[in-house]
């Protein structure tokens, strides 16, 4: 009786609080939950990760696979588990509140709220903590030690402890006596030889051998080294630079002097981690830099400036090594040693690296740059930039990459075993890409010095191919007008692979025959993008990797892999035996393990596989070497996306990320079950409070254009849609995201797009059509894809033809500024950072980057085809600048002063000629802010104003008050005109 009269009162509508779930509003976004870092232990018991808030404190969640242990570390992040999987280590962020009262307070950034250190054992979740943590290492394998390095707390001392620190300060001051020495020698001479009275006082304080004794430098700070199992603990004061080797046996420790010392200089230290002792590499110097240590830790290199002169305006490195049972590093180049060009330096710039087996150290060589001419006076020398046309670059991006381009240096190599230096880059030879891992006796080399001028319009990446013998540094030619990123030497380094996007082809260069072969030849099915439509050559759908010993290489078409015989003696071989194809499901590897460098026979890969049809996604396991078979005879796809899997590396687990259009979640599984979903376990619960919400869902629809092609789009629902309402639609576009249906849309404040969660929670209905095109016509085919998505959807009941809006930022923006040219049926737009002229776009510059706009419209995004004097017609066509006059539709637009994609001034001349016309248009420019905005401030007030823009023109709610009246600049920083 009782279940019957609740059954009737649910049907009557008696609890309708239970029914019912609220509209979102703008409160929500600084809570909303998202998946950060994630990493699973080796043995695959434990899993990490961290949630994060959009503003506020996030944490860090440690569990056990079999979830019986959990542990929630408030504000964790940069997390790490040792090699044994015995202990966890991560930083813990001050308080959200308290780092944003010092901002308030405007606190210097060394008084600021601090980071602490949590150091977690797994099998007992026992937690220590320390704070004041600056930075913290750990060896990627071997034993489990730590070092954390330790901000300075003002007002203590830097005395050190230990026996260690008695003796670095012994090290010290022997060494400064013997500088001291050298130094009262040398005086002696030169007084002998010019009359110098040597009794009289250096000036200004200075000291033999080092810098001025006045001068300050920026003191290190304390590291503490400990070893996790054993509680063993060092501890290191001045600290400024530290780091193990890969294998964990040594900790490499850079000091500075200290201030008022004189007896206390800087150091470069090897502990060898296993010994309670610490050798002295280096002393006697300015600065270090470029740390490069074998992963056995049997040899350390870095460059090193030792110059004592406080006016010198240059400063000149070399090259030093270090190996355990020497006495101290000794220098293998510098700049009048080591067999160096004429004109070049060694970087100090360059990230040094030793070959796998530490028979190489890679290092950089620089143009000796020269110097600014600090005699001058500033305010009375011109300032300029000129722009020449036998410029490689343009003067923009030659700005742009200045930085950069002033580190620049060349690859080059020396032999461990005897010493000699070979320079392989040069200006001709820019890129190198040593094969084995370093270990091989052949490069890749890649320059792009012949095609520089022409990337201005072709933006093509072409590059000529270089073998080069590492050796004797010689180069031989193997390829030109190569696409940069589409070139590699083989892991085994006995080919050169790359795609000919004029063939339509991959080719092979093999190193030993010195010949060039067609490795996909045979193949009959197009290897590019045949959906590819931009007025340029489409790009291949790419290279998944090679087999262990350079056996295969394995290419991608749209659905299948194929193995392919670089050696010519087999056939192509279609890995996956066509299923994918057959199916309409693109099949591709997906890499589990960092350091892997090939595949081999008998292992077991993860495939991705992505549905066209449904658009949803699933694993696939094979095993290489065996014939390839779905799981239970059919792929597993799901309505879920599934991505950046995590697997343990001496256990069967994996940990990857699975969203669906309500959710987005860690979830587990056992490595042999991956294509099982009926065996995912769930490991996260994010946003429990999105329950209380009016959420949405997606559909995919498909419908006939105005051409008469099919097409696809998404529309999004509210979760409490009825079929018996109207409700007003926002189209919200770019190019194609119908592929995107089940991904999950965070409510968030915009950069530039539409919040399709909070839209469709606020009683809209959002609808994203795929844009298709042609060469010449990219504003007719908009209006081909979105118009024709328009009049399908009016056709449904639940539709309020009468008000649709558009939105799109960019691109997208400048579709609905054309689309509102061409016609009235919307009752509303807005259109971020759109061109509206394309005559004035074409010559512009992208100011991020320095380029120039014409490759855009010659090739890529704006497919117009031709240059603006082959066929001016088309730039005029497609400007939404020239039709001006057509446009009804009441328009808001969003430019910010320095967008550095898309000109200011072309929302600028859209606005002062609809504005002229007497069009209703708006237009939003946030300070400072580029092509999307980017401070969390401006993305809130964003945010607001748009939903007020289409809540009154398509909801019929009051205009507020920035929208009837404005904010003129008298009231900027006053009233922002948000009310009504």
């Known amino acids: 009786m009782r279940i019957a009269f609740l059954v009737l009162a649910m049907l009557t509508g008696l609890f309708p609080v239970m029914a019912q779930k609220k509209p979102m509003d703008h409160s929500v976004y600084d809570g909303w939950q998202s998946i950060g870092e994630k990493l699973i232990s080796a043995d695959g018991r434990f899993l990490a990760y961290t949630v994060t808030v959009q503003e506020g404190d996030g944490m860090l969640v440690v569990k056990s696979a079999d979830q019986r242990n959990m542990l929630e570390i408030p504000r964790g992040y940069q997390a790490a588990i040792s090699d044994d999987s015995r202990f966890l280590v991560a930083k813990i962020r ?26 977690l054992e797994l099998a007992t979740m026992r937690v220590q903590k320390f704070a004041g943590v600056k930075s913290y290492k750990m060896p990627e394998k071997g034993e489990s030690w730590l070092a954390y390095h330790l901000w300075k707390v003002p007002g203590t001392k830097s005395e050190q402890p230990d026996s260690l620190a008695r003796l670095q300060r012994m090290l010290t001051t022997a060494d400064s006596l013997a500088r001291v020495a050298d130094s009262l020698r040398n005086k002696v001479t030169e007084a002998r030889v010019k009359g110098i009275n040597i009794l009289t006082p250096p000036k200004n304080g200075s000291r033999p051998g080092g810098k001025s004794g006045n001068e300050n430098v920026e003191e290190g700070t304390e590291l503490v080294v400990k070893n996790l199992v054993t509680g063993k603990e060092f501890r290191y004061q001045l600290v400024s630079d530290y780091l193990f080797n890969k294998n964990g046996q040594v900790l490499v420790i850079e000091t500075t002097r200290k201030n008022g010392d004189s007896l206390k200089q800087a150091l470069v230290l090897w502990h060898e981690l296993r010994k309670d002792r610490a050798d002295t590499v280096l002393r006697r110097f300015q600065d270090v830099k470029g740390y490069a240590i074998t992963d056995d830790g049997t040899m350390l290199a870095f460059v090193a400036e030792r110059d004592s002169s406080l006016k010198a305006l240059k400063k000149y490195y070399s090259l030093w090594s270090y190996q355990p049972g020497n006495d101290s590093a000794r220098m293998l180049a510098g700049r009048t040693t080591g067999n160096i060009n004429t004109g070049l330096v060694i970087s100090p710039d360059f990230n040094n690296y030793f070959s796998k087996d530490g028979s190489k150290l890679f290092f950089g060589l620089a143009p000796d740059r020269p110097v600014k001419d600090t005699s001058l006076v500033e305010f009375e020398t011109a300032r300029l930039d000129v722009w020449n046309y036998r410029d490689d670059y343009l003067q923009p991006q030659q700005l742009v990459q200045l930085n950069n381009e002033l580190k620049r240096s060349w690859l080059t190599v020396i032999h461990t075993g005897n010493g000699k230096l070979v320079q392989l880059g040069t200006d001709t030879c820019e890129m190198i890409f040593p094969s084995v891992e370093g270990n091989g006796r052949y490069a890749l080399g890649t320059s792009n010095h012949k095609y520089r001028v022409q990337q201005q319009w072709s933006m093509d990446g072409m590059v000529n191919l270089y073998l080069v013998d590492l050796e004797t540094g010689s180069r031989k030619p193997v390829a030109e007008k190569v696409s940069m990123g589409m070139a590699r030497i083989s892991p085994a380094g006995q080919y050169i692979s790359w795609y000919d996007v004029k063939k339509k082809n991959w080719m092979v260069y093999d190193i030993k025959k010195s010949s060039t072969a067609m490795l996909t030849k045979g193949i009959t099915v197009p290897l590019y ?82 549905d066209h049809k449904s658009k949803g996604y699933g694993w696939q396991l094979h095993t290489m070497g065996h014939t390839f ?89 509210p979760e409490n849609f009825d079929p018996k309402k109207k409700y007003p639609v926002i189209f919200y576009f770019y190019e194609k995201n119908a592929d995107r249906r089940f991904f999950y849309i965070e409510p968030m404040p915009v950069r530039a797009s539409v919040n399709i969660a909070y839209y469709t929670s606020n009683g809209y209905l959002v609808f994203d059509p795929n844009i298709y095109y042609k060469t010449g016509q990219p504003g007719e085919d908009a209006y081909n894809s979105v118009v024709s998505a328009a009049k399908y959807l009016s056709r449904q009941p639940w539709v309020d033809s009468t008000k649709m809006g558009l939105q799109g930022h960019s691109w997208g923006g400048y579709q609905i500024a054309y689309l509102i040219t061409r016609t009235n049926m919307f009752a509303a737009a807005e259109a971020g950072a759109p061109v509206s002229n394309m005559t004035s776009a074409y010559g512009g510059i992208r100011w991020g980057t320095g380029l120039s706009r014409q490759f855009q419209y010659e090739r890529t995004q704006s497919r117009i085809g031709a240059t603006l004097w082959e066929k001016p017609e088309l730039y005029l066509k497609n400007s939404p600048l020239f039709r001006a006059d057509k446009v009804k539709t009441p328009l808001l637009m969003l430019h910010n002063d320095k967008d550095d994609a898309v000109p200011w001034y072309q929302g600028i001349e859209y606005f002062t000629a609809l504005r002229r016309l007497g069009k209703p248009v708006w237009m939003i420019n946030y300070n400072d802010e580029l092509h999307g905005i980017i401070e969390r401030r401006n993305r809130k007030d964003w945010t607001i104003r748009m939903a007020q823009f289409f809540d009154h023109y398509l909801k019929g709610a009051p205009a507020p008050k920035w929208l009837k009246d404005g904010v003129p600049a008298t009231l900027k920083g006053i009233d922002w005109g948000l009310g009504y």
Not at 94 to 119: E, G
Not at 638 to 665: C, H, I, M, W, Y
Request: hydrophobic share 30%; with cysteine.
């Open 629 to 717: 078979r779905f799981t239970s005879g059919k792929p597993a796809i799901q309505e879920a996306v599934l991505s950046n899997p995590v697997k343990s590396r001496n256990a069967g687990v994996v940990a990857f990320t699975r969203q669906t259009p309500a959710s987005l979640d860690i979830y587990q599984s056992d490595w042999q079950n991956v294509s099982n979903p009926a065996v995912y376990v769930k490991m996260s619960n994010i946003n429990p409070q999105q329950s209380e919400y009016n959420w949405f869902s997606v559909e995919l629809h498909r419908w006939k254009m105005l051409d008469g092609k099919m097409s696809e789009g998404l529309l999004y629902k």
């Open 529 to 610: 993008d045949e959906e590819d439509d931009h007025p340029a050559d489409p790009p291949p759908h790419g290279l998944m990797g090679w087999q262990e010993g350079d056996r295969y290489a394995y290419v991608y078409d749209k659905y299948d892999i194929w193995r392919c015989d670089p050696s010519g003696t087999e056939k192509p071989f279609n890995l996956t035996g066509g299923e994918g194809r057959k199916l309409g499901i693109s099949l591709r590897y997906t890499s589990v393990d960092p350091e892997q460098k090939f595949i081999k026979d008998g292992e077991s890969v993860l495939f991705s596989m992505f």
């Open 94 to 119: 001050p308080y959200f509140k308290d780092t944003r009262q010092a901002r308030i307070k405007k606190t210097p950034p060394n008084d600021m709220p601090k980071d602490s250190l949590v150091i």
